[in-house]
C-alpha cells in the first residue's frame, strides 16, 4: 500500500500509543485490520479517544468505510479519494481528518552523526567525532 498515513498490521493498542502521543484532534492513521483480513482501519483522535473506522474494499477494487446502521455509504476510487472526503467537516466522522501520522521509515531515521559528516569529492571516508574513534566511509 502507498500511502503515507498507512501503517500497516500494528496492533490497536500500538496506534493509540502513536496518536496518543501526536495528542491532537484529527490526527489519523491508517493500519491493517486485526480482526478481517483484507481490511483497513482508519483511525482518527479526538480529546484522548481514537475511534476506529474499518475501510472494507469491494470486489470492483472501490473504498468504502463500514458506516452505521442508516448512513448511507460511499464508495471511493482510491484511498486518497476517501481520506480527502472526509478530511471535509460534518462528513459522519467524531472528526473531520486534518493532518496523517506518516509512518517514519528507514529511509526517514537520521543516521548517527550524520550532521557531523562532511562530504568532500576527493576522499573516499572521514573522521567523525562520535564521541570515539569511527570511521564513515561515504558512498561513491
Request: glycine share 8%; charged share 25%; with cysteine.
Amino acid at each position: 500500500m502507498e500511502h503515507p498515513a498507512y501503517h500497516g498490521p500494528i496492533s490497536k493498542q500500538r496506534c493509540e500509543e502513536l496518536l496518543g502521543k501526536k495528542g491532537r484532534d484529527g490526527t489519523y492513521l491508517i493500519r491493517e485490520s486485526e480482526t478481517i483480513q483484507g481490511a483497513l482501519c482508519l483511525c482518527v483522535y479526538k480529546q484522548k479517544v481514537v475511534y476506529t473506522y474499518r475501510i472494507l474494499q469491494t470486489h470492483t477494487g472501490y473504498f468504502t468505510l463500514q458506516a452505521s446502521t442508516g448512513v448511507e455509504e460511499k464508495f471511493f476510487k482510491t484511498l486518497k479519494d476517501l481520506i480527502h472526503h472526509y478530511k471535509q467537516k460534518n462528513q459522519g466522522l467524531a472528526t473531520r481528518l486534518c493532518r496523517s501520522l506518516k509512518r517514519k521509515t528507514v529511509q526517514d531515521q537520521p543516521l548517527p552523526c550524520a550532521a557531523a559528516i562532511v562530504h568532500k569529492e576527493e576522499n573516499d571516508y572521514e573522521n567523525v567525532d562520535c564521541g570515539g574513534d569511527y570511521v564513515v566511509v561515504l558512498p561513491d
